[in-house]
Antibody, heavy 120, light 106 residues
Framework: QVQLVQSGAEVKKPGASVRVSCKAS????????INWVRQATGQGLEWMGW????????GYAQKFQGRVSMTRDTSINTAYMELSSLGSEDTAVYFC?????????????WGQGTMVTVSS | DIQMTQSPSSLSASVGDRVTITCRAS??????LNWYQQKPGKAPKLLIY???SLQSGVPSRFSGSGSGTDFSLTINSLQPEDFGTYYC????????FGPGTKVDIK
């Protein structure tokens, strides 16, 4: 079946970086964008950016520009999100989600979420 | 940046009620508006895309309408499993989500 499976929970110290992976199966990986969305405990959904696995083109929310990097390895159908200079405010569940290319997009398949905790 | 607002921020309704949630954009987003449902501890689920198209597998009691700046999600005959938080999302510029509407069942 079509699914996205994310890597496990992470605990990081302030100032460190974290990389979360998102493995796609059941569909052609390069035919859809991968988006990243995070959610702090008790808070709403915050879109971070998108990556086109075919071209490797990316688009990041202004808030995260300079601090986030979205990449992929098409040989293993896996997308990655790396966030640097972590602070306590980055403690959240991070989701990957599949979306169609372009403006007329919606996120129809989601990963299970990865908890990232930033603590000294 | 386009700002998204939702109202109400929360509501409590009875099984069988008709529930309407509204989403407003700070400028026209034509029909680039999606709706999601999220339950605690779970990933969001796509309900409506392109303002009014029902995602495959979603019950027909869910419907969406609107264009430009004003949109609504309606749940006809609310069911116990419809509790959760509902988010709108604009894809006209970025992919930003609205702040959410929490729905409780009385």
């Amino acid at each position: 079946q079509v699914q996205l499976v994310q890597s496990g929970a992470e605990v990081k110290k302030p100032g460190a970086s974290v990389r979360v992976s998102c493995k796609a199966s059941g569909y052609t990986f390069t035919n859809y964008d991968i988006n990243w969305v995070r959610q702090a405990t008790g808070q709403g959904l915050e879109w971070m950016g998108w990556m086109n696995p075919n071209s490797a083109n990316t688009g990041y929310a202004q808030k995260f520009q300079g601090r986030v990097s979205m990449t992929r390895d098409t040989s293993i159908n896996t997308a990655y999100m790396e966030l640097s200079s972590l602070g306590s405010e980055d403690t959240a569940v991070y989701f990957c989600a599949r979306g169609e290319f372009g403006m007329e997009t919606s996120f129809d398949i989601w990963g299970q979420g990865t908890m990232v905790t930033v603590s000294s | 940046d386009i700002q998204m607002t939702q109202s109400p921020s929360s509501l409590s309704a009875s099984v069988g009620d008709r529930v309407t949630i509204t989403c407003r954009a700070s400028q026209s987003i034509t029909r680039y508006l999606n709706w999601y449902q999220q339950k605690p501890g779970k990933a969001p689920k796509l309900l409506i895309y392109a303002a009014s198209s029902l995602q495959s597998g979603v019950p027909s009691r869910f419907s969406g309408s609107g264009s430009g700046t004003d949109f609504s999600l309606t749940i006809n005959s609310l069911q116990p499993e419809d509790f959760g938080t509902y988010y709108c999302q604009q894809t006209y510029t970025s992919r930003a989500f609205g702040p959410g509407t929490k729905v409780d069942i009385k």
